[in-house]
């Protein structure tokens, strides 16, 4: 009798130990995460899992620092145990975004807008997110479309031979700004959505663009190298002749480098600015033109780069993974999430006003088509399970 206590005195004490040991393990490798220190922290982790297989916090914090180490392979293997072991932990919002890019899945699900033959593409969305302006190619040439939040009510707005492109909505939704070579260059138009009615707004013999309104909308800003480098103006909106310019004015220049592309954001210009083969990120102050450089990591120049509506985060494309595709970058966290998944061209171009839905524009149909991602809705724990049975 004497043995058996001894015995099972004996097993509890060693199943104690491995328990303490999975314990330090995980709190130890906590404190490396916490640190930044992802190969000590991977070191604590995986020798926590060797002592109890059967942790699922150690798996779940050995998942996530394999996403952390970009580990494709072994976070996959490190989900699917874990999942085994605790489902409300695999539904974590990091794993699923990272696991899914990991089986070529996209984080979030995509509603696909527009599908005409020809070219959709240079989206905007209306201030109240119920209305949506692109340019189309479907008629022939590139002419303005409007159409409702959901895609739904598609309708011609533009009839000429010319290009008309790039279309941006007043704040109150009632006017399109656009673009168009029909005299010859790039030149900036104001349509009318009530009258009907296009009205030119620049005129000048160099290219006139990416034009958009201030936040009162009593202004329109856009880029121009009327000045010998590409710089952004600002001119009045108010009563002056209907064929001269009403006293442009330089808005921002950079005497060192060009503007490749802006935009606005919470009364402030967003601003791509090209220096010596190098692009920044900057956030300029319309009212006295102060600049602050934003955080943000390498990305393509001259396409859209969007601050989100509640300005905690950056939505840019970048082709550091082989091709064009959109991420969302937290400056806070100094971390960025790949949104798009596929080998076409994924352009950003705004967010709908509650942040929810990205709009974008992409060749995945094999013509370019508008399409809205569906930020709140990350895709499901089984679906990914599902895709890793087939592996």
């Not at 072991?85 to 990991?102: K, W």
């Not at 005497?255 to 300029?284: D, I």
């Not at 009212?287 to 969007?306: H, L, M, Q």
């Not at 709908?352 to 839905?357: H, S, W």
Request: aromatic share 10%; hydrophobic share 35%.
């Amino acid at each position: 009798m004497s043995r058996l206590i001894r015995a099972a005195t004996v097993s509890l004490l060693i199943f104690a130990a491995l328990g303490c040991g999975d314990r330090r393990a995980v709190s130890k490798g906590r404190e490396f995460l916490e640190m930044g220190d992802l190969s000590r922290a991977l070191a604590q982790f995986e020798q926590a899992v060797s002592h109890n297989p059967r942790n699922a916090l150690a798996h779940y914090l050995l998942a996530r620092t394999y996403c952390l180490c970009d580990s494709a392979a072994l976070a996959i293997k490190e989900y699917s145990l874990l999942a085994q072991l605790d489902r409300e932990m695999a539904d974590d919002t990091l794993l699923r975004q990272r696991i899914s890019l990991y089986l070529g899945l996209e984080p979030y699900p995509s509603l696909r807008l527009t599908g005409a033959k020809g070219n959709d593409a240079f989206p905007c969305i209306s201030g109240d997110g119920k209305r949506i302006a692109f340019s189309s190619k479907r008629d022939g040439n590139a002419e303005l479309y409007i159409m409702s939040g959901d895609g739904g009510d598609q309708q011609r707005l533009t009839s000429h031979p010319a290009v008309d492109y790039g279309p941006s909505f007043s704040p109150d939704g009632s006017k399109l700004l656009f673009v168009s070579d029909r005299e010859g260059n790039d030149e900036v138009y104001l349509y009318d959505l009530s009258a009907k009615k296009e009205t030119r707004l620049t005129y000048s013999k160099s290219d006139d663009w990416l034009p958009c309104f201030s936040p009162d909308g009593q202004e329109v800003f856009w880029v121009s190298d009327r000045s010998g480098r590409y710089a952004v103006w600002r001119m009045s909106l108010g009563a002056g002749n209907p064929e001269k310019e009403n006293s442009p004015q330089v808005l921002f220049e950079d005497q060192t480098g060009e503007v490749a592309y802006f935009g606005l954001c919470s009364g402030r210009l967003v601003v791509q600015r090209e220096s010596q083969n190098q692009s920044f990120l900057l956030s300029v102050d319309i009212s006295d033109g102060r600049t602050a450089e934003i955080d943000i990591p390498s990305f393509r120049s001259g396409i859209p780069t969007i601050v989100l509506p509640d300005g905690r985060s950056i939505a840019y494309v970048s082709a550091c993974d082989g091709n064009d595709e959109i991420y969302l970058y937290q400056p806070d966290q100094k971390r960025s999430l790949r949104l798009t998944n596929n080998a076409s061209e994924d352009f950003v171009f705004g967010f709908t006003p509650d942040g929810k839905k990205m709009l974008y524009d992409s060749d995945r149909g094999g013509d370019r088509d508008v399409y809205l991602m569906q930020l709140d809705r990350l895709i499901a724990r089984d679906q990914l399970l599902s895709r890793i049975t087939k592996l």
